[in-house]
């Protein structure tokens, strides 16, 4: 089974901190991805990786970073957090198109 | 701007009646339509997917209609179980090899015992 796994399930942060949001698959995938999930809009893409040290803006970068080091961790960075990114975060990995594995994802409170 | 656009946003239906969850798109590149799954506290998980070469997919009870002139696609639940309820999303792929997904705004499906 394929396993993703975000780095916690529950955060509370304060505006202007940074944060990081890290994930992990465990299945040697070459795409991961992050999204934010909000009511009545879906899921939506903020980036994705297809490769180490790859990177790609989705359709919503603006104030966020990210970071993949390593194959199997891709990490989510808020630079300076403020309350329009209070979401629950959702990352994924697939090594193909046709299959995007889930994680159970991060809900993400600013204060 | 939203590149599917999913109805209803909600949807209760009676346990053994069908469920119909609607998406739209108006980009003809759109090339692969899957559907996926989420129950609370879970991620999204994979359920069923069609190619715009067949106007019909079905996995158990399961089903995906495409009607590819009018550019839209449909999932219907038959013999809804109150485990089917979940929040249902719709998405699209930007043709052979791209890498990412569109998705629909998502529908709370809950079926009433």
């Known amino acids: 089974d394929v396993k993703v796994t975000q780095s916690s399930r529950y955060l509370v942060k304060r505006t202007g901190e940074k944060v990081f949001l890290e994930c992990v698959q465990d299945m040697d995938h070459e795409n991961m991805f992050w999204y934010r999930q909000d009511p009545g809009l879906g899921l939506r893409l903020i980036y994705f990786s297809y490769d180490v040290k790859m990177k790609e803006k989705g359709d919503i970068p603006e104030g966020y970073s990210v970071s993949r080091e390593k194959k199997e961790r891709f990490s989510l960075i808020l630079e300076s957090a403020s309350t329009n990114q209070t979401s629950m975060y959702l990352c994924?990995?697939?090594?193909?198109?046709?299959?995007?594995?889930f994680g159970p994802g991060t809900r993400l409170t600013v204060l | 701007q939203q590149q599917v656009k999913q109805s209803p946003q909600s949807l209760i239906v009676q346990k053994g009646g069908i469920s119909i969850i609607n998406c739209a798109y108006e980009n003809t590149a759109f090339d692969y339509f899957p559907w996926y799954q989420q129950f609370p506290g879970k991620g999204p998980a994979l359920l069923i997917a069609?190619?715009?070469?067949?106007s019909e997919k079905k996995e158990g009870r399961f089903t995906i209609s495409f009607n590819k002139s009018a550019k839209q696609f449909s999932l219907h639940i038959m013999d809804s179980q109150p485990g089917d309820s979940a929040t249902y999303f719709c998405a699209a792929r930007k043709g052979e090899g791209a890498q990412k997904l569109v998705f629909g705004q998502g529908t709370r499906l809950t079926i009433n015992p």
């Open positions: 069609i190619r715009p070469d067949v």
């Open positions: 994924a990995s697939s090594p193909h198109i046709r299959a995007q594995y």
